[in-house]
Every structure is written in structure tokens, then in C-alpha cells.
């Protein structure tokens, strides 16, 4: 029935004020995650709630659990889609093309989705790409000799260098070598500096604000460091008979 003198309450039979925002039609698990993790990409996981992620979508909050069974399953999720991002050492790769690969493009991977640094070794029910990820990158290693104790270490080596590395890029307070420049003017203009702090100070105007200079180039040279390391405990592994003890702190090679 029209009620003539309040129009707006004809609208909808049951309904009070303004209509309700209709549901996208035909919403899926993808679409779900993929609007979760751009949201995560702008907010972090902290802004990353039911309630927001059903607003961006345009959706009631209780309609996501139809396709998510928990904001926890849903963090198991956008991680497993960040593993599948990183590109994985090809069949027949040599050990140090592999990890370079592997290293580099996990650590874009991770500066376009700095929420994931904290979650990538937490998750307990890791999913289909995550585990397919750790496997190719230990086969790897172990099809190119590394003992399994070796295999582990360079693993755990590398991961930690890659996260470390991103996490710190990421919170530097500049992108661009102007703003370095900027910044560095302001600590060299604070008086006497230069003599209480000779050290920085020669870092800071001989190395940082060379021409050329880009932090990231840090990143290839200490990666070249560890992999010239593991290189060498590798070969030594080789190098080593079954029956000789081996140095302390070094792994033994495993039984073949």
C-alpha cells in the first residue's frame, strides 16, 4: 500500500528509511581474497576486518563466511597466495641460479605485500602453494648436493636474510635519492658532527650520497656473500669422507 503523505516509507514493505545495499550477486572465494589481501596491501592485517572487507565488497559480513570459515583461514589463505607468487627454481637449475631467483623475486614480492613479512613463517596449516614452494626450493638444493642438515640451514639462512632485508627497505624513511639527499643534509648540518661522529659522517657523504648509490644494491651483495659461503660448505661437504668427524659447527654430509 502508498502511503501518500510519507512516500519514503512505500518503498519496501518491512523496511524503515533508506533501502538496504544489495548483495554482489554471485561473490566467490577468489573475489574474497583478492579484495582481502589489496586491503591488506593498503592497511596491513590490523585494518584487515570481516566488517571492512565485507564493505569493500560491497556485502553483508556474515555473507563471507559461506566462503571463509575465519578471518584465520583467511590469513592462511592470502599467505598461501603470496608463496604462489614467488617464482621457484625450475627443474635441472643450477643450485646458486635457483636461490638468486628465488630471492629476488620473493623479496618484490614481499615489498608488495609488506603485511606478509610477519605471517609467512606462522601459519600451522600451510596450503597447496606454500608447501609446494618449500619442497621445490629444498629440492633444489638437495639435487645440487647439498646434504639435508645443509639443505635446512641454507634455507632458514636465506629466508632470514630475504625477510630481514625487505623489513628494514621497507622502513626506510626514504624512496628516492633526493629525499636521501635531504635527510642527510639535515644530519650533516647539526654542528661539529663531523668530529664527534667521523665515521658516520664519512659513510654518510662517501658512500651514501655517491652518485649511483642505491640501497638496494646491498641486497645482491650480501646475497652473494651467503651463497658464496654455502658454496663452500657444500664443497667441503663433498670433500669430506663419510668417516671423518666434522668440524665443529659444520654439518655433516648426509649418507649416500
Not at 82 to 103: K, N, Y
Not at 178 to 198: F, H, K, R, V
Not at 233 to 252: F, H, K, N, W
Request: with cysteine; net charge negative.
Amino acid at each position: 500500500m502508498v502511503d501518500h503523505r510519507h512516500p519514503e516509507r512505500s518503498a519496501m514493505p518491512g523496511t524503515v528509511g533508506a533501502p538496504r545495499r544489495r548483495a554482489r550477486p554471485g561473490l566467490t572465494r577468489d573475489q574474497i581474497l583478492a579484495a582481502a589481501i589489496r586491503l591488506a596491501d593498503h592497511t596491513g592485517t590490523a585494518g584487515l576486518t570481516m566488517r571492512a572487507l565485507a564493505k569493500d565488497l560491497g556485502v553483508e559480513a556474515m555473507s563471507l563466511y559461506h566462503h571463509i570459515a575465519s578471518k584465520d583461514a583467511l590469513l592462511d589463505a592470502m599467505v598461501d597466495h603470496v608463496f604462489s607468487e614467488i617464482s621457484l627454481p625450475e627443474t635441472g637449475t643450477g643450485w646458486r641460479d635457483g636461490m638468486l631467483q628465488r630471492a629476488h623475486s620473493a623479496r618484490a614480492t614481499l615489498r608488495d605485500h609488506p603485511w606478509a613479512l610477519g605471517l609467512m613463517a606462522s601459519r600451522s596449516t600451510p596450503g597447496p602453494a606454500t608447501l609446494r614452494h618449500h619442497d621445490a626450493v629444498l629440492g633444489c638444493l638437495r639435487h645440487n648436493g647439498f646434504s639435508l642438515p645443509l639443505a635446512a640451514r641454507a634455507v632458514a639462512l636465506l629466508d632470514s636474510y630475504i625477510y630481514g632485508f625487505v623489513l628494514q627497505e621497507n622502513g626506510l624513511p626514504f624512496a628516492s635519492a633526493e629525499e636521501l639527499a635531504t635527510i642527510a643534509d639535515g644530519i650533516l648540518a647539526t654542528p661539529a658532527i663531523a668530529e664527534e661522529y667521523p665515521h658516520l659522517t664519512e659513510l654518510i657523504t662517501e658512500h651514501a650520497l655517491k652518485p649511483g648509490y642505491a640501497y638496494s644494491d646491498e641486497f645482491d651483495h650480501g646475497l652473494d656473500l651467503i651463497l658464496d659461503g654455502l658454496e663452500r660448505q657444500r664443497l667441503a661437504s663433498e670433500d669430506r669422507p663419510a668417516s671423518s668427524p666434522a668440524p665443529r659447527g659444520t654439518p655433516r654430509p648426509s649418507a649416500s
